[in-house]
């Protein structure tokens, strides 16, 4: 599990390795287009046992091979990823403009609800969008409340454990949900950022 979630975090290969007696045990999971086993492979000769699947594997070897089996899996990984490679992968609905999003999109959204396992909330991408303004919130100051706009449309939002990957200023490409917020009587359309990505659209005055 602790794998699978750095691997989404860092969007790179992620390996967590553990004591399992008198061996040592690891797991790894590595985002879409880059395959794990070919790494675990090339340090095959210090392992014990390992298996799995281009995205997840498993291995097991003696604790005097630690060194040999990390140096390994790092020495592979920096020659053979590139660094474009190492980019999230995030499945959106439809790329849209700020422009599209008012309350008949938010009324059409509810119907499809409750979103869950099964039946997952709608994400969609804006690129080029600016961050007009920042505050990090929350008890450890984590989160991050925006005002974000595009070609001249402001849009309230917040991004849960975001605040240290944006600034204030910048460009950014984002994914996110469209929801109503309600607060002290008023209601407003926010976006729930979800994935703050490369801006790779043309820039737009």
Request: with cysteine; aromatic share 8%; proline share 5%.
């Amino acid at each position: 599990l602790l794998a699978g979630k750095l691997t989404k975090e860092y969007s790179r290969p992620v390996f967590v390795i553990g004591f399992d007696g008198s061996r040592m045990v690891g797991s790894g999971r590595a985002p879409d287009g880059i395959n794990i086993m070919e790494g675990i492979r090339s340090v095959a000769a210090h392992l014990i046992s390992f298996g799995g699947h281009p995205q997840a594997c498993g291995f097991r070897f003696a604790e005097e091979n630690y060194e040999a089996v990390a140096e390994g899996l790092r020495s592979y990984f920096r020659i053979h990823i590139k660094p474009q490679e190492i980019v999230p992968v995030v499945a959106v609905e439809a790329q849209i403009n700020f422009s599209e999003i008012h309350w008949d999109l938010v009324d059409i959204l509810e119907k499809f609800e409750p979103f869950g396992q099964g039946n997952k909330e709608p994400l969609f991408y804006s690129d080029n969008v600016r961050v007009e303004e920042l505050r990090p919130v929350g008890k450890k100051q984590t989160h991050a409340k925006m005002v974000l706009s595009q070609n001249g449309r402001k849009m309230p939002a917040i991004g849960f454990d975001l605040a240290a990957k944006v600034k204030t200023g910048e460009s950014i490409a984002i994914a996110y949900n469209i929801e109503a917020n309600e607060w002290n009587g008023n209601k407003e359309i926010q976006l729930q950022i979800r994935h703050i990505l490369p801006n790779e659209g043309p820039e737009r005055s």
